[in-house]
C-alpha cells in the first residue's frame, strides 16, 4: 500500500497485492499461479483482478545472483468509477533479478506486464528496483524506485505514469 499527503492533500492512493506459487519442474523450470490485485485512485482504477498462470525459466540461480522470466495467460477484470467492469483474457511477462553485492547489501530489479487479449494496447506496466542494506541479521533499510505505467488510463485526464520512492525497514520472518 503506499499512500501519501503533500500539503494536506492526497497525492498518492494505491494498494498492490500479488499471491503467487511456483512449482519446480527441474532445477530451472517451473510453473507458477497467480492472482494480482490494484487498486489505485489516481489512475482511476477501482479494481483490476487478474488471475493468471504460466511456465517460468531460472537463467540464472547462483547464491549471489538470481535472474529468471516467466511468461502466463488468465483473464484480466478492471472496474473504473462510472463505467461497468470489463472482463478480457490477459498475457502477461514477467522478470526479476538479485544480486547480493556484499554480505549484507543486495540490489533487487523486476518488471511485470499485463496486457489485455481483446486491447493489447490496453496493458499495464511495473519497473522497480531497489537497494536493501541489513542493519541487523533481522532488519533491513530498502531504497526503492517503482515505476507504474497504464498505457490506456480510463480518462484522458489522468496520467500513464507514476513514480515513486519508498524507503522501508524490512522485517524478515
Known amino acids: 500500500m503506499i499512500r501519501g499527503k503533500t500539503e494536506d492533500q492526497v ?16 532445477d530451472h523450470a517451473y510453473v507458477f499461479g497467480e492472482n494480482r490485485y490494484l ?21 540464472v540461480e547462483t547464491p ?10 488468465g483473464g484480466v477484470w478492471e472496474k473504473n ?9 490477459a498475457v502477461t ?15 533487487t530489479q523486476s518488471y511485470s506486464g499485463l496486457w489485455k487479449t481483446t486491447d493489447f ?9 531497489g537497494l ?3 542493519m541487523s541479521t533481522r532488519t533491513q533499510l530498502k531504497v526503492e524506485l517503482l515505476d507504474t505505467y497504464k498505457n490506456r488510463p480510463p ?7 507514476d513514480v515513486a520512492v519508498l524507503v522501508a525497514i524490512v522485517y524478515k520472518m
Do not use: M
Not at 549471489?64 to 495467460?73: E, H, N, P, R, Y
Open 11 to 26: 497525492s498518492a492512493d494505491r494498494l498492490s497485492l500479488n499471491a503467487r506459487d511456483e512449482y519446480g519442474l527441474n
Open 39 to 59: 487498486r489505485d485512485r489516481f489512475k482511476d482504477i477501482d479494481y483490476l483482478i487478474a488471475p493468471t498462470g504460466g511456465l517460468g525459466y531460472k537463467v
Open 64 to 73: 549471489s545472483t538470481k535472474l529468471a522470466a516467466d511468461v502466463g495467460v
Open 81 to 89: 468509477p462510472g463505467v461497468e467492469v470489463e472482463a478480457s483474457g
Open 93 to 107: 511477462l514477467g522478470e526479476k533479478l538479485a544480486r547480493t553485492l556484499t554480505a549484507t547489501t543486495s540490489l
Open 121 to 129: 494496447e490496453d496493458s499495464l506496466h511495473v519497473f522497480s528496483v
Open 132 to 134: 536493501a542494506a541489513a
Open 155 to 161: 480518462l484522458a485526464t489522468v496520467q500513464k505514469n
